[in-house]
């Protein structure tokens, strides 16, 4: 986005749970003009671009720490985020993965029609977190993702999501920190599986920390940063 506005954008004060002084400004301003939002280096083998690509959509699965790694560069390169029908979050661990709190707007309880706000939201700010998926009709998520697509946002589904290109799902978790039997839990390990359609058809794999012992997202020391995957070969004769 460009540089924060000196008042909301028209409307933004309609939105439900988003209050009058959160300031809104038009996507496609600089910085993150490009047609690439910037993510941390370590995401870099499960996207397919190299970055959030502008009007997108991506869904997460599983991990609230993999969500907040994908907003944290981009908002602390200038541009906006806002967090839709997640209640349960911590800003402490989102300011600790890296977050620009001053740049992140957070509607905990969308009402009655979270897909309104999230329309509302994709007009003016560049990445749109959504949860509650299951309470939007895969309708209403088509035609979030064409706006989307439309405006340059980039839409961040946190959960089942008719439509979307990037598929992030996180298995495999481990805890370490814990000594024998004392310690404290310092970082996670999880393998994040990606998928989808398009530039996404190719699946890839890869460990990652989230969270890292800095809360941010790190690689575990020793182990590759994607997980090859064995070759297909033909068999003449089947």
Known sequence: ????????????????????????VEAGGVPG????????TELAAVLP??????????????????????????????????????????LVAAAEAGVELARLAVVPRPG???????????????LVAVGGTRNIAD???????????????VLLPFGPWAGAEVQLRCADASWRGLGQGHGYLRERAVTVHAGGRGAASRPRSCRLLLPARDGAVGVPAG??????????RSVVGC
């Open 1 to 24: 986005m460009s540089a924060m506005a000196s008042s909301t954008a028209p409307g933004a004060s309609a939105v439900y749970g988003v209050s009058a002084g959160v300031p809104v």
């Open 33 to 40: 003009a490009g047609r690439v939002l910037p993510t941390r």
């Open 49 to 90: 671009w190299p970055g959030l690509r502008r009007g997108s959509t991506v869904a997460v699965h599983g991990s609230v720490s993999l969500l907040f790694a994908l907003l944290a560069e981009a908002t602390a390169n200038g541009s906006w985020a806002a967090v839709v029908g997640l209640s349960g979050i911590s």
């Open 112 to 126: 009655g029609d979270p897909a309104g706000v999230v329309a509302a939201l994709l007009d003016g700010v560049d």
């Open 139 to 153: 309708s209403d998520a088509r035609r979030l993702s064409a706006r989307a697509r439309n405006r340059g946002s």
């Open 223 to 232: 182990e590759p940063a994607e997980i090859a995957r064995p070759r297909l």
